[in-house]
């Protein structure tokens, strides 16, 4: 796979909150390691980028606007000129103007990465090949958390994040790692 101009780097809600409680446990503790590889190899490629903040807009939630947990993870604040789109649901096209950014800039593929895979990755990621766009998920730069189901048994976090990137896979988005995310962009640098 290759990438140029017409891509876009998406970091999704890369942010201090989901260290908190009520979050409970978390799988992929290299999800940080390989998010800042991709975002050094996307930097030094060229490529646009545009970074993606929860707002949440529920009452105490850690992911609040004023609460400190809003803020980004050590190394995933944008830099200057990188564009910020905030939400306040699931997907990062509802309610912002990430699709209008997207088309201004021509872009046809985007590159989507972060918290959590089942969650607001998952749903950007369907919505985006719902528009049209060429969709890929770096799925070890992503991570899942554990989730209680209905019977008060807890499914692990590894086996969402399992289930979810072989949904996206079979038919939403091309499901990639950091290492071969970064080789396209080692060759295109060459």
């Known amino acids: ?10 970091p999704i809600d890369v942010q201090q909150g989901f260290d908190l409680p009520p979050w409970p446990p978390r ?7 390989n998010g800042l590889r991709l975002l050094d ?4 490629a060229g490529l ?3 970074h993606v903040r929860h707002d949440s807009v529920v009452e105490g939630s850690v992911l609040a606007p004023r609460h400190p947990g809003n803020a980004h993870r050590p190394g995933f604040v944008p830099l200057d ?10 997907a990062a096209f509802i309610g912002t103007d990430l ?3 997207l088309r201004r800039l021509g872009i046809d593929t985007v590159v989507l990465f972060g918290i959590s895979t089942d969650m607001c990755v998952s749903t950007t990621a369907r919505v985006a090949a719902n528009l049209g766009y060429r969709t890929v998920v770096v799925g070890d730069a992503c991570a899942c958390f554990d989730l209680k189901d209905a019977d008060g048994s807890v499914i692990p976090a590894d086996a969402i994040q399992r289930a979810h990137l072989a949904t996206l896979r079979t038919e939403f988005a ?3 790692d950091t290492d071969e995310v970064v080789a396209a962009l080692s060759t295109k640098a060459a």
């Open 81 to 90: 000129g990188e564009a910020l789109v905030t939400k306040s649901v699931n």
């Open 48 to 50: 646009p980028l545009i």
């Open 174 to 176: 091309t499901v990639l």
């Open 27 to 33: 799988n992929n503790p290299s999800m940080e390691a």
């Open 99 to 101: 699709d209008l950014r």
């Open 41 to 44: 190899a996307w930097r030094r």
């Open 1 to 10: 796979m290759t990438f140029d101009s017409r891509s876009v780097l998406i």
